[in-house]
């Protein structure tokens, strides 16, 4: 039941008819959860003092409940985070994301005009970056992918898939 509220249902989507497969299917980097995780914990800390730290006489109730609504937050932060699920098919491209309702921006592979990796300092240390999409279109619901993991792999797998179907136009002759 849990998998069902945090785990996007990425086959549901898929083209079985015409032999679409997954090629990569990216979840967002751990970075996303650090927030989330500090939320939870200065909340407990919050509903800890306001349970038994503070004198009964005292109103502490608002420590604990100010508490229950960052772990509210912080659990509504980390099943959006969770649901966010970025798919690589042999023959499109496409993101999944929403919590109550789920919306979907798909790119056909040979739509991609280039794909730009943005490593910021802190993606360098711990291995995240985004990838952003430019294809012909002037407004499109996929553009940017960010916390991806291992960027640079991802770019080329998607480079491999675009070159193995042959949407960038024939190889040239190694000799």
């Not at 499109?92 to 280039?114: C, E, K, N, Q, Y």
Request: aromatic residues 8%; charged residues 25%; proline residues 5%.
């Amino acid at each position: 039941m849990l998998a069902r509220i945090t785990e996007p249902d990425v086959g549901r989507y898929l083209l079985r008819d015409e032999d679409e497969v997954v090629v990569d299917e990216v979840r967002r980097h751990w970075i996303v959860y650090v927030l989330p995780v500090a939320e939870l914990l200065l909340a407990f800390v919050l509903m800890f003092v306001g349970t038994f730290v503070i004198e009964p006489a005292d109103p502490g109730g608002w420590l604990v409940l100010v508490g229950l609504g960052l772990s509210l937050h912080a659990a509504w932060v980390t099943v959006r985070e969770r649901r966010e699920c970025f798919v690589v098919t042999n023959m499109r491209v496409f993101r999944l994301h929403g919590v109550l309702s789920t919306h979907r921006a798909t790119m056909p592979l040979h739509r991609i005009l280039d794909i730009t990796v943005d490593k910021p300092i802190a993606g360098r240390i711990l291995g995240y970056g985004h990838l952003t999409f430019e294809s012909a279109a002037q407004d499109q619901g996929l553009r940017d992918i960010r916390y991806v993991g291992r960027p640079d792999e991802r770019d080329l797998k998607i480079q491999r898939v675009v070159q193995v179907g042959g949407l960038r136009g024939p190889r040239p002759n190694q000799r």
